[in-house]
């Protein structure tokens, strides 16, 4: 059976969606079946994979609603093993279709039964916030990995997210587990990024994954070519951290390296189309 996990933290901006997209390709290289749920209306998980979201009628919205069963919503990407069920901005009304339905925490959970046992791994992809929809992804999954960003009042919101787990657990969902916190945005020349660090290691012990994915320009590059960073760029630091992070994620579950792609030069990469959009403007100082 597949272990569930979502990617949660209601802040924006932490590296959920980076992380999803990236932890899921290098797991999938590694030689995992892998599906990525985006339940997130801004769909960016779908087209950081170089998907469109809009127009289709088989995505998160029509699993979530009744309309189609799991099976008929996932779709293949361009990397071997690795399967998504899109999102799309219809989602943004969906609270109010689905508020008034029975047992409404445990929706995304049922419709996902009948595919779990498809897959090694399913990561779902939160939106920013602690709406019903990211109920349904904490009380579906089997457990939490919580991206936090190594910034001003990092751990500021991280109080409010830990008692809806605490919630969930008493109420909805005795077995989920907190999988791991992930620092991201790590700069190590930055006082403020190791005090981070620091901090969360005195809260949360070995709870706090050994591997911290560096700033890096090239990972906020990646998804405008519709590509994850591990394919986009396979030598960036961002390439390499994700990578570390995919082996020490198996390692913690118990997994073997199926497939080692440690040196990337031996993973055949998919023919992406190469798309020639512009990189979008940014202020983040590369490092490497
Ligand atoms: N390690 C990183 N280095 C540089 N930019 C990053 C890094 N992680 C994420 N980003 C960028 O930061 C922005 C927010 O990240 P994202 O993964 O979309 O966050 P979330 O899903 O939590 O809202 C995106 O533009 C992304 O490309
Ligand atoms: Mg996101």
Redesign the pocket.
Known sequence: MSKIISVA?Q???????????NLTTALAMSGYKTLVVDI?P?S?TTSGFGMKSESMSNTIYELLIGKKPARDCIEKTDIEKLFMIRSTINLVGIEIEIVGMNKREFILMQRLEEIRNDFDFIFI?CP?SLSLITLNALVASDSVLI?V?CEYYALEGLTLLLNTIKMIKNKLKPSLEIEGYLL???DSRLRLSNQVAAEMSRFFHDKVFNTR?????K?????SFGKPVVIYDPFSV?AK?YTELAHEFLKNNGKEIIHKFDNILTYEPPNFEIVNKPV?E?N?NEIK
């Open positions: 933290n802040k924006g901006g932490v590296g959920k969606t980076t992380t999803i997209i997130d801004q960016n992809d920013p991206p960003q991201t945005m790590f994915i560096m700033r890096n320009v990972i906020s590059e990646s998804p961002g951290n979008p940014n983040i």
